[in-house]
C-alpha cells in the first residue's frame, strides 16, 4: 500500500481501544501518523505502536480535520459529543458504541453484510456492531444459506472485560481476596462477582430487558437483514476475564442435516469449527484469537429441527477491535 492515512482512536486506554492500535500494527493498516485519544483524566499516558510509544492526547482539543478516519471506542456519550464533529471535519467514522442511528451509520459485519458499505455516501460513517451481535452474525450468515431460521434463541456468558477495565480489575482483587480469605469488597458490581455468576448485565427495563440485550437483538435482525426475525437473549455476567460464550438454539423451518450445517460452518468466513466429541473454551481457545470458535453440533433432543451450538469469541479482539479494523480497511480500499 502506498497511500497512508492519517487515524484517531478515541478511547485509545480502553482495552477496545488498545486493541484497535494492536490490529492496526498487527495487520500492517497503512497508518501515517496516528493520534491517540481520551479523556483529559488519561492525557499523558501512553501506548506502544511500532516500537514507538504514542502519547495519549485529550479528545475535547483534537482538531479532526488532521485524520482522515477515526475510530470511536469510548462509550455512547462521547461517541454523541465528537462523531459529528469528526465527520463534519471530513474524517471517516468507525464507531463501536452504538449510539449513532443505523441510517447515519449502519451496523456492518464483514463476514455477514459487507455489500452494505457500497451504499454508504459521504461523509462516510460505519457502526461496529456489539461483541455479542458480531460472533453470532458471523456464525448465522453462512448458516442461512442452507437453513431457514425462524427464532434465535441466545444465552451469553458474558466477560467481565465486557465492561471495561475497571470490571476486569474488580474480579481480579476479588479473586485474590477470596484465596487470601481476606473480606470481599465490591464497588463496580453490587455483589460478588468472582466465582460467581450475576443474573444480569446492566439495568433493567420495566419488561426485565438489560440495554446490551435489546442491543443485541436489534443489531442481530440489522446485520442479517431480516427486521422480523423473533429473538430471545438473556445475557449473564460470568467470572472470566476476556471471551464469551453462547449457547445457541435456532428453530428451524425443516429438519436439519448435520452434515449440511457442519460444511457450511466449515466453509464460513471467521469460523472454526471443533470436531465432534470435542468443544471450545474462551481461555483455552477463543482469546487472542481472530475467529468464532463453533462446537457442539447438535439436533435438540427431540427435535430436528432444532439446532443447537457452543461458541466462543475474543470480546475485546474479534468482536471488538478486529471487526472495526476490518470495516475500516474496506472504507479505505477504493481509495487506495
Not at 157 to 183: D, F, I, K, W, Y
Amino acid at each position: 500500500m502506498n497511500q497512508s492515512f492519517d487515524i484517531a482512536v478515541v478511547g485509545a486506554t480502553g482495552t477496545v481501544g488498545e486493541t484497535i492500535v494492536q490490529m492496526l500494527e498487527e495487520r500492517d493498516f497503512p497508518v501515517g501518523k496516528l493520534h491517540l485519544l481520551a479523556s483529559s483524566e488519561s492525557d499523558g499516558h501512553s501506548v506502544p505502536f511500532r516500537g514507538k510509544n504514542v502519547r495519549v492526547r485529550d479528545v475535547d482539543t483534537f482538531d479532526f480535520s488532521s485524520v482522515q478516519l477515526a475510530f470511536f471506542a469510548a462509550g455512547p456519550a462521547v461517541t454523541l459529543s465528537f462523531a459529528a464533529k469528526a465527520s463534519a471535519a471530513g474524517s471517516m467514522v468507525v464507531d463501536l458504541s452504538g449510539a449513532l442511528p443505523s441510517a447515519q451509520a449502519p451496523q456492518v459485519v464483514p463476514e455477514a453484510n459487507a455489500q452494505v458499505l457500497a451504499t454508504l455516501k459521504k461523509p462516510l460513517q460505519v457502526s461496529s456492531p456489539s461483541p455479542s451481535a458480531t460472533a453470532l452474525a458471523v456464525v448465522l450468515a453462512p448458516l442461512l444459506r442452507v437453513l431457514e431460521i425462524q427464532r434465535v434463541n441466545v444465552t451469553v456468558c458474558m466477560a467481565v472485560s465486557a465492561q471495561g477495565r475497571e470490571a476486569v480489575s474488580e474480579l481480579a482483587r476479588q479473586t485474590t481476596a477470596l484465596l487470601n480469605l481476606h473480606p470481599l469488597e465490591t464497588s463496580f458490581f453490587d455483589r460478588q462477582m468472582a466465582f460467581n455468576v450475576l443474573a444480569q448485565v446492566g439495568t433493567p427495563d420495566a419488561q426485565g430487558h438489560v440495554p446490551l440485550e435489546k442491543r443485541l437483538v436489534n443489531e442481530l435482525r440489522e446485520v442479517l437483514a431480516m427486521p422480523t426475525l423473533k429473538v430471545s437473549a438473556s445475557s449473564v455476567q460470568v467470572p472470566v476475564f476476556f471471551g464469551d460464550s453462547f449457547s445457541v438454539s435456532l428453530q428451524l423451518a425443516g429438519p436439519v442435516d448435520l452434515v449440511e450445517v457442519n460444511a457450511a460452518l466449515e466453509a464460513g468466513e471467521g469460523i472454526e469449527l471443533v470436531e465432534a466429541g470435542d468443544y471450545p473454551t474462551a481461555v483455552g481457545d477463543a482469546v487472542g484469537q481472530d475467529v468464532v470458535y463453533v462446537g457442539r453440533v447438535r439436533h435438540g433432543v427431540d427435535d430436528t429441527s432444532e439446532l443447537n451450538l457452543w461458541l466462543t469469541s475474543d470480546n475485546v479482539r474479534k468482536g471488538g477491535a478486529l471487526n472495526a479494523v476490518q470495516l475500516a480497511e474496506l472504507l479505505i480500499k477504493d481509495q487506495l
